[in-house]
């Protein structure tokens, strides 16, 4: 296939999804609930004036391995936009409850419409990602399979809870160990990588075999994403990340390079501990990069990205497909924003 048949691929999945997530929300009539609607619709993204609607990276992973695992991506169009709407539900409460008042470049939900409202707007478009899974009751997909993603789903979500669990009470630790932070972005990022992925191929009604290296696929790709995330925290450029350099160490974010300086670096572990009116910026860079922090962080990626890769590779998905999942993987991994 050809680099302009994979762009149309990939925009028809786009559209699909988009369209389906405006069908997605229609229990929430706008005539009765204006200003709900409103809500919605500006945290997804679709008002005129404020549009930002993120990547849809999620929903895109779940259509193409559906594809890659031999299943029909049209198909299973709502199971991809449930996924979407768990994304977008933990958003709203994130920003909530890290006290975030911009995402994406704008305001957020809670910053505009209260906390209230806006921890509101996030169950009700948690329930709508529920409900969005149900209609795949109405195609020709088995029930038993519905079942089981909506299983797969529940677990994410719980898992979800516990990675931001781990996060907010991290916040008010001295020490964390590398393994409690990877524990915790096994939930928080992992956890909705994975299920966009299995979900695909569990739709698609691959092998048992199949599904776990689909799995894997979406597991390691979700650890790669975060740490990349950290990566830009701390070393992003401004213009492109649209935060403050250094911004992850000016706010003591325990992240894999900060844990990885705490644990190498005695001098870094005492000038993190302070506050941030007492130490310049630039000396905790300097204790990083004392100890290669970046380059450790790097390497961690790396693998990770190769370990999805090497999943993907034995999942044996359509050539298509694995083009187009190989080109998420890297743009993920090296991004720069």
């Known amino acids: 296939m050809s680099a302009d048949e994979l762009i149309s691929l990939r925009v028809a999945m786009l559209e699909a999804i988009e369209r389906d997530l405006k069908n997605a929300i229609q229990p929430i009539e706008p005539d009765r609930y204006p200003e709900l609607a409103r809500m919605i619709h500006y945290h997804m993204g679709w008002l005129d004036e404020a549009k930002s609607s993120g990547k849809r990276i999620r929903p895109l992973i779940t259509l193409l391995c559906c594809a890659g695992a031999g299943g029909d991506w049209r198909s299973i169009v709502p199971a991809a936009s449930a996924i979407e709407l768990i994304h977008s539900f933990t958003l709203i409460h994130d920003d909530i409850e890290d006290q975030s008042e911009t995402r ?38 088995r029930s038993e399979r519905v079942l089981k993603v909506q299983h797969i789903l529940d677990q994410a979500c719980l898992h979800l809870t516990k990675g931001q669990y781990l996060d907010l009470a991290f916040e008010t630790q001295e020490r964390i160990s590398i393994e409690d932070y990877l524990e915790m972005i096994e939930g928080k990022t992992s956890a909705l990588f994975t299920a966009s992925s299995t979900t695909g191929a569990q739709l698609a009604g691959a092998s048992s075999s199949t599904i776990d290296q689909y799995h894997a696929f979406g597991y390691h790709l979700g ?79 790396r693998h990770q990205t190769e370990l999805a890769l090497k999943a993907l590779e034995e999942a044996e998905p359509m050539e298509t497909a694995l083009t187009e999942l190989e080109n998420i993987v890297h743009r993920l991994t090296n991004r720069q924003s």
């Open 104 to 141: 994406r470049g704008r305001a957020t939900l809670w910053k505009l419409w209260g906390v209230p409202q806006a921890i509101n707007t996030g169950d009700s478009i948690f329930t709508m990602s529920r409900l969005s899974t149900r209609r795949l009751l109405d195609t020709d997909i």
């Open 223 to 301: 650890l790669a994403f975060q740490v990349q995330d950290d990566i830009l925290g701390i070393w992003g450029d401004p213009e492109q990340t649209g935060k403050p350099a250094g911004d992850d160490l000016r706010q003591r974010k325990k992240t894999l390079p900060t844990l990885y300086g705490m644990e190498k670096s005695p001098t870094f572990a005492d000038l993190f501990s302070k506050n941030a009116n007492q130490v310049d910026i630039q000396n905790l860079y300097d204790a990083l990069n004392r100890v290669d922090a970046l380059d450790h962080a790097r390497d961690f990626s």
